[in-house]
């Protein structure tokens, strides 16, 4: 079975130019996370989506980041415009719904440089 | 609000010795408890977890007991091996019918010498 797969790994762009993010789920998860991870922390929520719709979307930037997941598989996350303090390790996860007894799955991430 | 807070690292042991990473929650409820383990180069992996009180967690020879009474689930190993090298991060689930949002730890970086 596929895990979870982000794209690209490794990106590195100037400060105020867009980036986005790739990530295409475990199949038949409809539970589909973001999360954030700063040097030496542990990774924080940014967005959540149940299917199509964001659940919990909290902790989102909204001024700077978008994120979609057309169709319910999918999910796109987007920073416009990029600042400095923005690099970091974005994660995806998945997990399927319908059950707390369960764990999300990780992909392994996009290391964001912003120069 | 729900937290976790990991005993800091790095922590530096040779082979076969006895590890212990501590780890304390504050949460609302009766949340799950995991254990993610992240090697070099690699994403987040789930190593162990539990989803209620006094429940034990166990795999590849860690082991971590959901204590509700003093809001801990320590991980624990034997014998580390070289292999265990990576870093570990305490995680909670907030409550609900279904896994929501994870709280993770800062991570505790272990390096384990032959």
């Known amino acids: 079975e596929a895990g979870v797969v982000q794209s690209p790994r490794y990106k590195i762009i100037e400060k105020k130019q867009p980036v986005a993010f790739w990530c295409n789920p475990i199949?038949?998860?409809?539970?589909l996370y973001w999360y954030l991870q700063n040097l030496g922390q542990g990774p924080e929520l940014l967005i959540r989506?149940?299917?199509?719709?964001?659940?919990?979307d909290s902790q989102l930037p909204k001024d700077r980041f978008s994120a979609e997941r057309l169709k319910g598989v999918d999910s796109t996350l987007k920073i416009q415009p990029a600042e400095l303090g923005d690099s970091a390790v974005y994660l995806c996860?998945?997990?399927?719904?319908?059950?707390?007894?369960?764990?999300?799955?990780f992909g392994q991430g996009t290391r964001l440089t912003v120069v | 609000g729900d937290s976790v807070t990991q005993m800091e690292g790095p922590v530096t042991l040779s082979e076969e010795a006895f590890l212990t990473i501590n780890c304390t929650y504050t949460?609302?409820?009766?949340?799950?408890l995991f254990w993610y383990v992240q090697y070099p180069g690699e994403g987040l992996q789930l190593l162990l977890k539990?989803?209620?009180?006094?429940d034990k967690g166990s795999n590849k020879g860690f082991e971590a007991t959901y204590r509700k009474e003093t809001t801990s689930f320590h991980l624990e190993k034997g014998s580390v091996q070289v292999s265990d090298s990576a870093v570990y991060f305490c995680?909670?689930?907030?409550?609900?019918?279904?896994?929501?949002?994870?709280?993770f730890g800062r991570g505790t970086q272990l390096t384990v010498w032959p």
């Open positions: 996860a998945s997990s399927p719904t319908g059950s707390r007894n369960t764990e999300a799955f």
């Open positions: 199949s038949g998860h409809n539970t």
């Open positions: 989506y149940e299917n199509e719709e964001a659940v919990d």
């Open positions: 949460a609302t409820g009766y949340p799950s």
């Open positions: 539990a989803t209620k009180a006094d």
């Open positions: 995680a909670l689930s907030d409550r609900g019918s279904t896994l929501g949002r994870l709280y």
